[in-house]
């Protein structure tokens, strides 16, 4: 396929798929061979750069070079032996932030994709590749002492970059990796409990249509960073645990966020922008991270309609996400990418693997490099590179991809 094909912008957001009737047109050039190819030349371009002076010095997975390591961890195990001399540099990346991470402050250290909890996530991993050793007994200790500072009222945030969404998802990675529990059900169950309970607070103060909701920085966040959607999606990830109130509160808070999917099959960004303008097409905000949350509600709560909105989300994210802002996972095309990749994990659509490929094959033209903003740190994981590194090694084994430290339990 000829790789100089055009992209033009629909608005200045988005640009138009040129696979828009098309799905197999985009998805052809996309071989096993192609992503190795183009895995391994975005590895060495990545792994070739000196560490990132935007990304140094930030904290946490999000921006910070422990996301650049992490990025690194998953393609060299799709590439084998033929990339063993990443070790050296992932362990630089990882050095780097460390000495940043130990001077964070105490209510700063359960900061998940953002602070101290995301690098300590990343490292386990890390040191398991490389080692392929892992101390379970210290990573629970870990884990133990923060559960004082996740459980106190003043910390303020719940969401997945900051707050105690994030906790879970951390747990959550780090099983998926490892396979056993970092803590006991009873001490999940005090954060869920916690997470319950200041739910129904907020709601019954400001009087909403949802059982369970929450603020960050005064305003009530949809989507999976900074909203409902992420902290509904860990706590449904962690169903079992929940007593049968709970588990009324969130169902009804999930069908009141599945109400709320515009027409076009996006979601709003917030509270205030029900029924108002439909904009953001990210995982950040809007359909690309609720669909993540539907999936899940799909898995736990077995009911169609949830598939069935998700389905809808990919429909409007294949028309829309193509996205200007760059390649990365939390407002770029890698992240909407994901979208298809997750759905195609969970349905075996044929459809949903050829779309995954197509938006694999736009982010790697070199028309999109070109036509495409360059984000602020242009190697992240989540805003940049590093990113489309992620969902390039996915789409390699899509039956195992995983949206990067935002584990879905498929079995």
């Not at 010095?57 to 998953?74: D, F, M, N, Q, T």
């Not at 490389?130 to 379970?136: A, S």
């Not at 169609?304 to 990365?328: F, N, V």
Request: net charge neutral; glycine share 8%.
């Amino acid at each position: 396929m000829d790789s100089s094909i055009a992209l033009n912008l629909e608005n200045e957001r988005h640009f138009r798929n040129p696979f828009l009737e098309n799905v197999a047109d985009g998805a052809r050039a996309v071989s096993r061979e192609w992503l190795l190819q183009k895995l391994e030349t975005l590895t060495e371009r990545i792994s070739s750069q000196k560490i990132p002076k935007e990304e140094n010095g930030k904290i946490g997975p999000y921006v910070g070079s422990s996301g650049i390591a992490y990025s690194l961890v998953k393609a060299s195990s799709k590439l084998g032996q033929s990339q063993s001399n990443l070790s050296d540099y992932i362990r630089t990346l990882l050095a780097t932030e460390s000495d940043y991470a130990k001077k964070s402050s105490d209510s700063h250290k359960c900061r998940y994709l953002t602070g101290p909890l995301g690098f300590f996530t990343v490292r386990a991993i890390a040191d398991f590749y490389l080692t392929n050793e892992t101390d379970v007994a210290s990573l629970s200790s870990h884990f133990r002492k923060l559960l004082p500072t996740v459980l106190s009222s003043n910390i303020e945030e719940f969401e997945m970059l900051n707050g105690r969404a994030g906790f879970l998802a951390s747990l959550l990675e780090l099983r998926t990796h490892f396979g056993q529990q970092l803590l006991s059900d009873s001490e999940v169950r005090q954060v869920l409990d916690f997470m319950v309970k200041s739910g129904r607070k907020y709601s019954e103060k400001c009087n909403s249509s949802a059982s369970l909701m929450y603020e960050w920085h005064d305003k009530e966040y949809l989507g999976a960073a900074h909203g409902v959607s992420g902290i509904y999606q860990m706590m449904l990830s962690f169903w079992d645990l929940l007593d049968a109130s709970a588990k009324s509160n969130l169902k009804q808070s999930v069908d009141w966020l599945m109400d709320t999917q515009f027409p076009s099959g996006n979601f709003p960004s917030s509270s205030h922008r029900i029924g108002g303008k439909d904009e953001l097409v990210h995982w950040c905000h809007g359909a690309p991270g609720v669909l993540q949350m539907l999936i899940v509600a799909y898995l736990v709560l077995k009911n169609d309609k949830y598939l069935k909105s998700a389905e809808k989300c990919a429909k409007l994210i294949w028309a829309r996400g193509i996205l200007h802002k760059g390649p990365g996972i939390c407002h770029g095309v890698a992240g909407n990418g994901y979208a298809f990749l997750l759905l195609y994990r969970l349905t075996q659509n044929e459809k949903y693997l050829s779309m995954a490929k197509a938006f694999a094959f736009i982010l790697m033209v070199p028309s999109f490099g070109k036509s495409a903003r360059t984000p602020d740190h242009k190697w992240s994981l989540f805003e940049g590179w590093s990113g489309a590194l992620c969902f390039l090694a996915d789409l390699l084994e899509p039956e195992k991809a995983q949206f990067p430290l935002v584990p879905i339990c498929f079995n």
